[in-house]
């Protein structure tokens, strides 16, 4: 059997979107999970990520033991000063395991341009969470018929697209010229532990 999903990673303006785009190229096999919840929701989808609102996220053993694992950094603060929660991201990736789940059955395969690596990733160097805590919090999660693609850039390369697009939607959009270099330049180390520590990773460098 084949890959039932597929995630891919990499730092803010490494191009995962547009990556996405390219490979699943209107491939009905394909199903891109941010498109699709966007068409379906709207702005919805971020309450469901952020509240995860179906009931039974609350008593699922894997979300017990999930928050469970993070309870002791609940209190932090966000080490780039943005006004984000731990608790939200930590809803962010139970709500991706569970869409996974709902969906095993479906003939599509799911494509994330931020599935769980990306989101563990995002809380590592947000937060500053010890690495080791965040592989325990990997392995409650995936699954073993996931692909994980990392999209590697340098980090100016990422810096001038993240200027050229000027989104000012996210936190880190407002940071100053100096604090996203150390940003980003704390993302992608942060990344390459990933690459390093989990198995069957493909490599894109999309430079």
Same mark, same amino acid.
């Given at each position: 059997? #084949?890959?039932? @999903? ?5 730092? %803010? ?6 990556? *996405?785009?390219? &490979? ?8 891109? +999970?941010?498109? =699709?919840?966007? @068409? ?9 990520? +952020?509240?995860?609102?179906? @009931? ?38 139970? =709500?991706? =395991? ?16 931020? #599935? ?13 969470? %010890?690495?080791?805590? &965040?592989?325990? /919090? ?7 018929? +996931?692909?994980? *693609? ?7 390369? /990422?810096?001038?697209? *993240? ?18 270099? *150390? ?6 180390? +942060? ?17």
């Amino acid at each position: 059997m #084949g890959k039932q @999903s597929i995630e891919l990673f990499g730092i %803010p303006g490494s191009g995962k979107s547009y990556y *996405i785009k390219k &490979m699943i190229d209107n491939d009905p096999k394909y199903l891109n +999970v941010t498109t =699709y919840l966007f @068409s379906k929701y709207g702005n919805l989808k971020f309450k469901i990520f +952020v509240h995860g609102r179906l @009931s039974f996220f609350c008593e699922h053993e894997i979300t017990n033991k999930v928050i469970n694992l993070f309870r002791p950094y609940l209190g932090k603060e966000n080490i780039f000063g943005f006004d984000v929660k731990l608790i939200i991201y930590i809803y962010q990736l139970i =709500y991706i =395991y569970h869409f996974k789940r709902l969906y095993k059955s479906r003939p599509k395969i799911l494509v994330f341009d931020e #599935g769980i690596v990306h989101r563990l990733i995002s809380i590592e160097t947000e937060f500053d969470i %010890p690495h080791d805590i &965040m592989m325990q /919090a990997y392995y409650l999660l995936i699954d073993s018929n +996931v692909k994980n *693609i990392f999209i590697d850039v340098p980090t100016q390369l /990422a810096f001038k697209r *993240i200027h050229i697009r000027n989104r000012n939607i996210t936190s880190m959009d407002f940071l100053s010229d100096e604090e996203l270099r *150390i940003f980003l330049d704390r993302y992608r180390k +942060v990344c390459m532990d990933y690459f390093r520590d989990l198995k069957e990773v493909e490599l894109v460098e999309n430079y």
